[in-house]
């Protein structure tokens, strides 16, 4: 027998990987018609759903905040972007084999690293793997030499710019900043048919339940208690036989490969990749999302990622000018007053009324709150006082005593 | 060859000066005047011509108000008057401007703007105007009390390498007295020898040439040496005079480059300082601090239109006004946010990176609606435009000059204020301990206060700074944040010396790369490098080692 | 007022467009004739393309009202749908979708930066909706559904170039070509630099460079400039963005270059650009574009007080301080040549239309121009201006009449050709 | 000398100059009690710092048990070798549970991110949890966030996570510090009780429970070993009076301060 919010997840999850599809293949007069332009944004919505999960494992849980994640769900989304452009072939302006903006910048020869991307199965490949590998270096680095708390997030947003200045330059032979574009086909699907719009919407969604499911696995772990421990005091943890840098760098490069996976999703449902995605300023965009939803539980993540980005596509059309004020506001908002999140402040209502309820003898529906759906809910108000303790690098010296 | 023409013209003019001047406007000048107002190119060329030919220094005088684009004409009875432009200003709803008769500037009262037709001087007319006043103006300018002025006309001359000027030259060279305007003078004369001079006069020139290093002689001496009628001892003279001029180049690019670094130096450690002594002292990563030098940019641009609007003659200090005013904005805005939100998260970093965040887009898009999305414009004073020359080759930018002045400045008062003052005291108190000073009667909040306020008007000092060389937008603050972060971050937390020291080191290394391997890489370069040297040095360069906190 | 007119617009424009896609029966709605036609406006107005897109914004909604104060197109209003891309380039894909799938708009006006005119132009293809690009751009592009009312290269670089060389421009020798690192300069600067050699330029004579976006420290390049242009005859081609210019234009001053000695040629540097700068510095160099504010015109002069009664009116910042530039008339007189394309195809069906503005001619403040019969560009006039104090342009040369635009540049592909009625876009050319 | 559990040969560690320990000789038997006291900076904490491997000696060996140099090996290796440690302050996972504390800690073959990732707990596992959570009187407040625990019960989770870790060598950092009269007295029988079968090295300023406690009394003064033997002889001792008890105001400050 499941528990009404257990229910609740699964029917959310069903409607997003069957309903939606489903609806927008109704007849348009329908109520319930689903327009390809919704469903096409909601596929959008999801990659970015995907990468959240990745970076609230990482810092969510372990309390590693990085803030050159765009730079993972670059390469995943290039990756991708490579393959893809080679498809088009001589469909392209200039009606030469190669990608249109190396003609222009007088590429005569195709570049050594675009050639494996000709085999669809490498780019599979690569899509996790380029990024993984990167972040295992960069990682591996980072952590061995216990770079920690303010520093990490320091260095990322570091390696955030760098990045977005390479992908820039047109040397590199990755488009420049006009990046990769009009991709026509989808391994050999045409992309301007509804019906591929379809599919990829549906190979996201399923992308990102097992996304979650990974997430979810690892976190009931015992690995995933040392996360959490990891986040709360890494000596002692280090004082308990784990090695903490080997944590960090596992969840490190897990969330990467996710956030490739996003990219490579991206790429092909938005049509176009640039380092715009790259910069720093995305990059803190996606922490956003985590921080909005409700760092440090899974569903918080993915509802932080599809809730901000509808309300900018909305706001950018309705009210222009408001949309940045509204981030901000959003961002110091979810920091002061709800560090856990539109999720953690349903769930305090949640409790509130479950009170309330219990105070009749015969509650109607269970008083558990959302909380106890899949995680073990970290951020508590008491992860506000665990914050500071958990970074003993950070060069705080104001801890209170 | 009308230009040739011209030249000619000039040179027997300045072989033979103090011609007997015309009392009143010629018949022909007095058409000419009429043919400048008309609109046929070749016809308004022949009429810069005919009043350039009377020598009249009165007429050039009108030429070169012409080429400055101050010269009108008005409907008068039939035809049009040329009338000479001064100074405009605003009676009521319109804007006036002074008149003056074309020649002898006689004032003749104001009149409106509107009413008068602006007779231009384009392109092509400039450069046909050019020789005449070249010719008069180097007289003016070598008896100019300013040695720039002076230098400049030499330098001029130089490039032009009329055979005529080089008695002006000597003349000029005899009584010159400062070495710089010696030393243009003198290139001056030997590029002027080089071109017109016989063998020997030009083997000469070209070791002059090579003795006073110039840099503009290269490519003529480069003909020389290539030509084949020239004679061996002229070649030869050329050749090594190339060789000394490259192997000064050589050392004249080192300094440039030594300076370039200084300079991007002093930028980083402005912005960073504020940075730092936030970050360090008191545990935020301030991200807005971007955005509080956009605040201080911005002041400095009201001040500056404040200025225009009120005190047009004293335009010149309202850098000096804007300064200040930009500190205390900047610290203003530094309180309100530290008051306002940033206390409740002491002692929790990340979320004061995400706070300060929050509020840097909340102030960009602020500054968006006040002042429009587009840049402003902020005009340098003179006395921050230009540069000083300090050897052969090299001139260094004032703003850039004051810039690493006002960077040393800054840094002193830091140390003084930190180390010296009791505020200072107080601050390092509440920073090592926060309890124990509140015992012993320090108010932690006035001091964590004081502090943000500190280091947000740091940040509005350097934004007032950067006015002098980048541009002011809303998003100016982006541009830089990182790269400060990453001189606190090498710098180590909480040590000014280090963050000097890493601006230092960040600055010089970046400019030496720079030329090689171009700005981007360059760039890329750095990061990778911090990340690396972090590898041996986890928390910077100045790290405090020793007694491991407990976990 | 204009601003809230708008915002009203909007909502109604929301409402009909959720009513549309939720409810579905477009056809109902547009079938009663007076329903007002739906256009898009496509510019950034936030993040770093803000600076420049804005003005094309208010411009474009400008030439709206103008229409509709004049009964509109078809006895049909025009209604505006102003959406924010924001400057990021995946948004202008996802808005464009937007605009042609859910408000269903007859035509777009919009895009700055080629980079966010490629992330739409598939969207525009695989929907065939109708979009209006009012920027100079790098050419080497044919769409079907897009019209190019901004200038190709040999609108504006090759007379630039032929004018530096030229005996009024001071016959100069050696060119830099500095560059913001984007699409547009790499392929000018390719297209100039095959020119030059053409005109027998040696090699060693040209230097290329490119800085990132928004670069701000200019000290080593004008540096190395300065070495370049000592013994005179040189001059800088520049493709340098906005918002790089300031930086660079006073280092230049600083380090004791003049533009007598070295000139700057520029090809991004408008009067909106000009509006944030110190042009104490710029002051003698020079632009190249196919407008200017003070192009001496009654169309112009009416346009350009419009502009400044329509900026106050609508409180605008910058107010009656705003200025006209190229790309903005390229902009408003897009609107014009759709105006008279659906009035001549009776309907704004976008085939009939696009068939309907081959050939067009208008009377654009800069003067009369012409919608190529078939390449989908616009025949212009070239302008060298010369930038003045008051950071406005003195031009100081012409082109003789109209230039046709050369989407395919006919220095670096010769044998490519763009044509929409004989042939399918771009074609090679029979040797 | 062949049962020593861990033996430092004249150990050097200075930060910036300030010699925390100079040429230390330390050595402790197997199943032995240690208390090691001495006043602030005499580097009580640094000698710990050295053995669990926190702080790497500028000179010297550390050798635990027959012939490992700790020197070479990082925290988590030396605690996998059965060195355990418990803090001045309580350092427990505030956002897990008081079982999961333990569990984490529990001594297990591998603790590398693969196993940790796949092995899930077997009722052996489960009852030595249970039964350290009882040990330290904890058994009931197994569900309970650690973060909801009081000082001393943080306290002895802690002792009872160091453990769960089965050390044979327990390294202990005031551990009454900041307890009641009552409390400190159960923490001084846990500690015995756990010397029974391990071997545990205390620093303590609290003099009442070093008496209660200790066997040996190690005196450390500026970084170095001032002397050695049962309590009584070494208060006897004049050094130790002049140096230490004879400022007895600042052992006492000392407790003040270590009750923040």
Redesign the interface.
Known sequence: MLKPDRLLLWVAALVLVVGMPLANLLPPTSPLHVSNFTLNLFGKFLTYAILALGLDLLWGYAGVLSLGHGVFFGLGAYAMGMHLMLEIGAKSVYQSALPDFMVWNQVKTLPFFWRPFYSASFTLVAVVLVPGLFALVFGFLAFRSRIRGVYLSIITQALALSAWLVFNRNEMNLGGTNGLADFKTFFGIPLNQPSTQRLLYVITAVALVGAWALCRWITRSRAGKVLVAIRDSETRVLFSGYSPANYKLFVFVVSAMLAGVAGALYAPQVGIITPAKIGVLPSIEMVVWVAAGGRGTLVGAVLGAIGVNWIQSWLTTSYPDLWLIFLGALFMGVVLFFPDGALGAFQRLGQHLGALLRRRPSAPMSSTPIQSIGETNVSRPASRTGHPRSEPASPTPLQKA | MRRFALALIVAAWLAAPAVGHAAAPAADVERALADLAGADVERREAAVAVIGKTGDPKWLAFLAALRDGSVYARKKGGQLEILVGGSKSTQGDKDVIEIKSAYDGAPLGTMPVADLIEVSADRRLRIAIKPFLDADETRGQFADPDANVRRGAAIKLANQADAGAAPTVEAALAKEKDPWVRQALAEALALIRLAHGDAAARAAAATTLGGLHSLSAVPALKRLEGDAGASPAEREAASTAIKKIERWTLLTTTVETAFQGASLASILLLMALGLAIVFGLMGVINMAHGELMALGAYTTYVVQNWFRASWPQAFEAYFLVALPLSFLVAATAGVVLERGVIRHLYGRPLETLLLTWGASLIIQQGLRLQFGAANVDVSSPGWLSGGVPVMVGVTLPYNRVFIIGLATVCVAAMYWLLFRSSAGLRIRAVTQNRAMSACLGVRASMVDATTFALGAGLAGLAGCALTQIGNVGPSLGQNYIVDSFMVVVTGGVGKLAGTILAAAGIGALNKGIEPALGAVFAKVAILIAVMLFLQRRPAGLFATRGRNAEA | MAAYSRRDFLKGSLAAGAGVAALGFPNIITAQGKEPIKFGVLHSLSGTMAISEVSLRDVVLMAAEEINAKGGVLGRKLQPVVVDPASNWDLFAEKAKQLLLQDKVAVVFGCWTSVSRKSVLPVFENNNGLLFYPVQYEGEECSKNVFYTGATPNQQLIPAAEYMMSKEGGSYKKFYLLGTDYVFPRTANKILRAFLLAKGVPKENIEEEYTPFNHQDYQTIVGKIKRFASGGSATVLSTINGDSNVPFYKEFGNQGLRSENAPIMAFSVAEDELRGMDTSALVGHLAAWNYYQSVDAPQNKKFVNAFKEYAVKAKLPGGAKRVTDDPMEAAYFGVYIWKQAVEKAKSTDVDAVRKAVYGQEFLAPGGKIKMDEANHHTYKPVLIGEILKDGQFKVVSRSKGLVRAEPWSAYTSPDKGCDWVKEKGTYQKKA | MNDAIIYLEDVTVS??GFK?LSRLNFFMDRRELRVVIGPNGAGK??LL?VI?G??KPEHGRVIFGRNTDLTVL???EI??LGI??K???P??????TVW?NV???L??PS???LA??????GGEARDRIAATLDTVGLGAKGGA?A??LSHGEKQWL?IG?VMA?DPELLLVDEPVAGLTEEETARTGELLLSIAAERSVLVIEHDMEFVRQIARTVTVLHQGGLLCEGPVEQVQRDPRVLEVYLGQRGSASRDAVEAT?
């Open positions: 930060y910036d925390a904490t640094t710092d669990s926190r702080v990082s925290e988590n605690a996998a355990g440690r803090f001045q302050t350092s427990v996972f505030v956002n897990l999961e569990e984490l800690s001594r297990r603790k590398g991110v940790t990732l796949m092995s899930r707990d966030p973060g909801a802690e996570m870790q923040r």
